[in-house]
């Protein structure tokens, strides 16, 4: 670290409130800049003159001192063409002298305190010439540096930097472009921030009356939907009901049909046996096909290896004991296997059967019904009809259905079913009678007398009554109902008032902020228009001066519209760009830059004024008048001017001297030499 280096480091934050000038600066790896990697670079020192001019032939680094400033300020070079190619852009790491190393440009500033700080720019040529801005060694951004310096992007492009190659851009410019150059000298994203919070807060104004619109409606039609969300929620609540029964129900209905609770048992096991069997038996086959598949592999390597006399044919190549049937053990195992598998084959089946046989029974009885005459199959059929009796009151008739109970285990002969059925017949017959007989004469009697007791010698109800009535009826209805809507319509009314307030209310907030959003817009955009009249005076009168000898008039005029600028002189309306000489539209670039900077305050940050050999194209009288403007007009400014015409930089120095401000001139070309 030299002692520069440790200077900046001790130093590293400054707030510049007084102009500030650029001392010296560094270039490194930049055009005909070799790299150094140990030092800086190569130093140009400007020390404290007002004045520094850089002359000698073309060639020798004046356009790259002017070029490595506006790189180390704004990161990029406006003259710098990426799209020569016919396909594709051009890098800017051919600006290095060595394209494997970084461009570094470092810079020392002061202010009129003495104060210093360091810049520095490091271009990186390997990865997309990246730029990194560091400020006392501490890495920033490029808003950071140009608040810190009080600049921005245009101001530098038309109000501090003219260049050898692009002294005439702005005037070629189109005329809506010029007024946007212009316009963009002013630091508006303070004005731009707070007019995007409008918007923004105009967004969210209109979004709240949305959301409460859509709240005082969805109010309402929740209520509506309220009563449907709950018999849907009972109706789910009943189907998961259903799907949830148990085996145990299917008992309680078997005692209701007069189905023995050890018969569905039996059933229910016998299921679960068939399911395991069948599982078990699934299960064997797959071994048995697995150890027959490696049985056959093993035999046939044995025999294999028994070929290749590697094995005895009656030694067990397993367990190694000698048999003289070892074939036959071989087929014995595979039987074996085979005979297990039958076994549980079987019991599956007589599972099946005995499962089958229920279901026989039952149909079988269906058949033998279809034989019976038709009187006793009247009987059976509300016989039948029993089985729907409430349980709750049949005490007795349980005991009747125990001694009447179906024994399903009983094997079933259909030659018997007749002598069974009418068996069946009487017992049912007897019961019947022996519970009629516990109905007394008068409890007969009183179910006889019912109807006369209850509506015989009751009141004789008249149609006209029956209407009457229905009509009280209607009418207590329609007035309940009536009472209803009455309560829904008020409501329905609070809710239009309530919406008209918050419209009204929202409607004035919206309408307040899109007027003042308007008025601010609005006046920055007169403020906007007022700068660019502001340069009207100041141009006319500079450029009166600058190109005097001008046959059509002596100053340029400026056109100002909503959207174009337009630079004119008193006989012709048609721009100038397209009639007047290199010389005088170079005279009028250097107009413009002065006017625009009249109308800056450069109070504090960077007074700096770059000026790159615009001069050869201009005359005498047009140089001499240039430099009196400068000299009176930019006193505190300093000017970095390059020039390869001797004259015109004894007359800026003459000028310069006269006023009794400070000038250093470097030769270029003496440098390049003796370096």
């Not at 800049?33 to 032939?57: D, M, R, T």
């Not at 009080?150 to 702005?170: A, R, T």
Request: glycine share 4%; net charge negative.
């Amino acid at each position: 670290m030299n002692i520069f280096e440790a200077w900046a480091k001790k130093n590293k934050k400054y707030s510049f409130n007084e102009l500030i000038r650029i001392e010296s600066i560094w270039i490194n790896n930049f055009k005909f800049v070799e790299y150094s990697e140990n030092e800086l670079g190569v130093e140009i020192n400007f020390k404290e003159a007002n004045l520094v001019l850089l002359n000698g032939p073309n060639g020798y680094g004046k356009t790259t001192t002017f070029e490595a400033v506006e790189l180390l300020l704004t990161g990029d070079i406006k003259s710098f063409n990426s799209t020569l190619l016919n396909r594709g852009n051009i890098s800017k790491s051919i600006l290095a002298n060595n394209p494997s190393k970084d461009i570094k440009i470092t810079a020392k500033l002061v202010n009129e305190k003495g104060n210093i700080i360091t810049i520095e720019r490091c271009i990186d040529c390997k990865y997309g010439c990246t730029s990194t801005k560091k400020v006392n060694e501490e890495e920033c951004t490029e808003e950071y540096l140009w608040q810190l310096l009080k600049f921005n992007k245009s101001i530098f492009d038309i109000g501090m930097y003219i260049s050898q190659k692009e002294s005439l851009e702005f005037l070629e410019k189109k005329y809506g472009d010029r007024k946007s150059l212009i316009l963009g000298i002013l630091d508006s994203s303070n004005i731009q921030e707070k007019s995007e919070f409008l918007k923004d807060f105009e967004k969210k104004v209109k979004s709240s009356i949305e959301n409460n619109l859509r709240a005082i409606y969805y109010a309402d039609e929740i209520e509506k939907i309220k009563p449907k969300v709950d018999i849907l929620n009972n109706i789910k609540n009943v189907d998961n009901m259903l799907k949830e029964r148990k085996y145990s129900d299917a008992i309680a209905v078997g005692k209701l049909v007069g189905i023995s609770i050890e018969s569905i048992t039996e059933i229910e096991i016998s299921l679960r046996r068939y399911n395991k069997l069948l599982t078990d038996l699934k299960s064997n086959e797959r071994y048995r096909a697995t150890f027959i598949t490696n049985r056959k592999n093993l035999i046939g390597f044995f025999n294999k290896n028994i070929k290749n006399n590697n094995f005895d044919k009656n030694v067990c190549p397993l367990c190694g004991n000698t048999s003289m049937e070892l074939e036959r053990l071989f087929n014995m195992t595979e039987r074996v296997l085979k005979e297990n598998n039958t076994l549980l084959e079987k019991d599956v089946d007589l599972i099946k059967d005995k499962i089958e046989k229920y279901f026989d029974e039952a149909e079988c009885i269906n058949e033998k019904a279809k034989f019976l005459n038709n009187t006793e199959y009247k009987l059976y059929l509300e016989l039948e009809k029993l089985i729907n009796i409430n349980i709750s009151n049949l005490t007795e008739e349980k005991e009747v259905m125990t001694e009447l109970k179906f024994n399903n285990e009983k094997d079933f002969a259909s030659e018997n079913f007749d002598n069974e059925y009418s068996l069946f017949k009487l017992n049912i017959e007897k019961e019947i009678n022996r519970l009629g007989e516990r109905l007394s004469e008068k409890e007969v009697k009183d179910y006889e007398n019912l109807i006369d007791k209850y509506y015989k010698n009751g009141i004789n109800h008249k149609e006209v009554d029956i209407n009457n009535k229905i009509a009280f009826i209607a009418d207590k209805y329609s007035t309940g109902y009536s009472k209803q809507i009455s309560i829904e319509k008020k409501k329905l009314q609070d809710r239009n008032i309530e919406y008209e307030k918050v419209k009204n209310q929202n409607k004035l907030a919206e309408d307040t902020v899109k007027e003042y959003r308007k008025k601010y817009d609005a006046a920055f955009k007169a403020y906007q228009t007022n700068l660019v009249e502001n340069i009207k005076i100041p141009l006319y009168i500079t450029s009166g001066k600058i190109i005097q000898n001008y046959p059509m008039g002596l100053g340029i005029n400026v056109d100002i519209k909503d959207k174009q600028v337009i630079f004119q002189t008193d006989n012709k309306e048609d721009d100038i760009f397209n009639y007047l000489s290199m010389g005088q539209l170079n005279g009028v670039a250097l107009s413009i830059m002065l006017s625009i900077r009249s109308t800056i305050d450069f109070n504090d940050g960077l007074d700096l004024i770059l000026i790159d050999d615009p001069l050869q194209s201009i005359d005498d009288i047009s140089a001499f008048s240039f430099a009196d403007v400068l000299v009176d007009s930019f006193t505190d400014s300093q000017v970095i001017m390059s020039t390869h015409e001797s004259d015109k930089s004894d007359l800026l120095e003459y000028k310069y001297r006269q006023y009794n401000k400070s000038v250093k001139v470097l030769n270029m070309y003496e440098r390049y030499i003796n370096s």
